[in-house]
């Protein structure tokens, strides 16, 4: 039997701002159900990356592929609408409805034609069932009837997070999900996202190697806007260049990085 192909190919993604290059030739590949980690020093090119895969910023030259599908050149939306999942955009949370609310209404705006023409996303239980389902996997269950406005920050980038698994991605995108965050949060979001694994694939981009080692199937290490190297946690922790460029001898991040 054939093994599944990737999910997401990157293939030679290059992006440069004036003189700048924030990518360079970048190739990597994201594997189906895989916890992918994109790291490295600042400027490496993290979120470059992650912006040309959402389609939020156009690459100058490269390609795509979700699913074997060419992706390039769609909109963020069509992006969407294929299973690219893009957490923590906090513009997206309404502070003045409920958790459950704005669960809903994210629901409602992947769910597509169907729903359209339903006035109350708050009363409608296809929309409100699967919202609290949400809700459940990412731990908010207890706050569901309270205004968005009125969470902690934690509890913010989880109600985000719910909103995100509202369209059912295959991959998700995330981008420093625990910043800002204190310890316990942070270790809450982890727990979180360990319970993802598996349901979903996700492309994390985060500092904090032990959030890293803790969640990530295979690493790619970016230097430079280049692949400085790639492979599981083990190999990447040993490779000397990634220890030179941005591990250090005893296998930690350079702090603050
Ligand atoms: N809109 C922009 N205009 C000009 N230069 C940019 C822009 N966005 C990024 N850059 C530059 O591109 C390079 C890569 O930046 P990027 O933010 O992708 O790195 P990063 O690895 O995510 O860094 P960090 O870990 O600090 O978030 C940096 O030199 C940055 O200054």
């Given at each position: 039997m ?20 924030a ?10 159900g895989e916890v992918?980690a ?18 939020e ?6 390609r795509?592929r979700l ?7 769609l909109p ?9 999942g893009?957490s ?9 409805f409920?958790v459950?609310?704005?669960v ?11 729903f359209?023409?339903?006035r109350n ?8 069932d699967?919202?609290?389902a ?11 009837g ?5 969470l902690s920050?934690?509890e913010k980038?989880k ?7 509202a ?16 310890g316990e ?5 982890v ?12 492309l994390l981009?985060?500092h ?5 080692f ?6 790619t290490?970016?230097?430079g806007g280049r ?11 040993a ?17 603050p990085?």
């Open positions: 054939r093994a599944p192909g990737p999910l997401l190919e990157v293939e030679g993604l290059s992006k440069a701002f004036g003189g700048v290059t990518s360079d030739a970048l190739s990597f590949t994201v594997m189906p992918h994109l790291i490295g020093p600042n400027g490496a090119g993290k979120t470059t990356a992650v912006a040309q895969i959402a389609g910023l156009k690459p100058d030259d490269g795509i699913d074997g599908r060419e992706i390039s050149h963020v939306h069509r992006r969407a609408l294929l299973g690219l893009r923590f955009q906090i513009t997206s949370v309404l502070p003045d409920s459950l609310d704005n809903a209404l994210a629901v409602q705006a992947h769910a597509g034609h169907s359209r023409l339903i996303a708050r009363r409608d239980a296809r929309l409100r699967p919202a609290r949400m809700l459940t996997r990412v731990g908010l269950a207890a706050v569901a309270r205004a968005a406005g009125a920050h934690g980038r109600l985000e997070l719910a909103m995100a698994l369209g059912h991605p295959r991959l998700l995108l995330l981008d420093e999900p625990m910043a800002g965050m204190g949060d942070s270790a809450r979001m727990e979180v996202l360990q319970g993802l694994k598996g349901t979903v694939a996700m981009v985060e904090d190697m032990d959030v890293v803790a969640l990530a199937d295979r690493i290490v970016l230097d692949v400085l190297a790639t492979g599981d946690p083990e190999a990447v922790r490779d000397p260049a990634v220890i030179a460029a941005y591990l250090g001898e005893e296998g930690v991040a350079c702090q990085c």
